[in-house]
């Protein structure tokens, strides 16, 4: 597990025999039914880091509050804190972690797989996931009906799971791009929670699934 020390840091100490304090713990302000929140989560998880979990809850309006604001100007869930760093974008929280924290890495070595990680990230992050968020949802269910905003959602995640399906046709690693849990499998997981029976019969979101549910 990295210190969570900078080298120089390390060199300072070093040189005075200072018995150092331990470094802060991370800090994640999160909600439990956001999606973005539960990528940075089990990103946490799988590079086994210790963090203070910071509820902040969006159906109390608590992003709203001017501490979060503080944090996050824009008022969206995840905000993560380490040290005097403030990180308030999933995708960036990302890959800080993997930059400052590289145990258990999240993206591959190889150039393509790596450039196919951040591709699929992207595409979750700016042309799936906006079409289904719940202003959005709750903007067609007001407008319309509930129904209307569940089909809209539906037939939306199916268009973007048939992308990604092809763009992960040939893939014959156990998760899509490697044999662990990578950045793609992270950023998408919680669309699993949609009724969508056809991809979830098929390697690799079969295996994607039942492996993001013990973390």
Known sequence: MASGYSSNALQAIAGTGAVPEPPA?????????SSCSQRVRIALNL????????????????????EFEGLNPIKYVPALVDGDTVIADSFAILLYLEDMYP???????????????????????????????????????????????????????????????KMLKGCDTTYATGNEI??????????????????????????????????
């Open 25 to 33: 713990k991370l800090k994640l302000y999160s909600f439990w039914r």
């Open 47 to 66: 590079k086994g880091l210790e963090y203070e979990y910071k509820p902040v809850n969006l159906l109390a309006n608590e992003q709203k509050d001017p």
């Open 103 to 165: 145990q258990h890495p999240l993206l591959p070595q190889d150039p393509q797989k790596r450039a196919l990680n951040i591709q699929i990230a992207s595409i979750v992050g700016s042309s799936i996931q906006p079409l289904q968020n719940y202003p959005v949802f709750n903007f067609i269910k007001d407008k319309l009906d509930s129904n209307e905003a569940v089909k809209w959602t539906q037939h939306h995640i199916n268009r973007g799971f048939t992308a990604l399906e």
């Open 182 to 215: 990578q950045l793609l499998q992270s950023i998408r997981s919680k669309f699993y929670t949609f009724t969508l029976p056809k991809f979830l019969q098929q390697s690799p979101f079969r295996k994607t699934k039942s492996a993001l549910s013990e973390n």
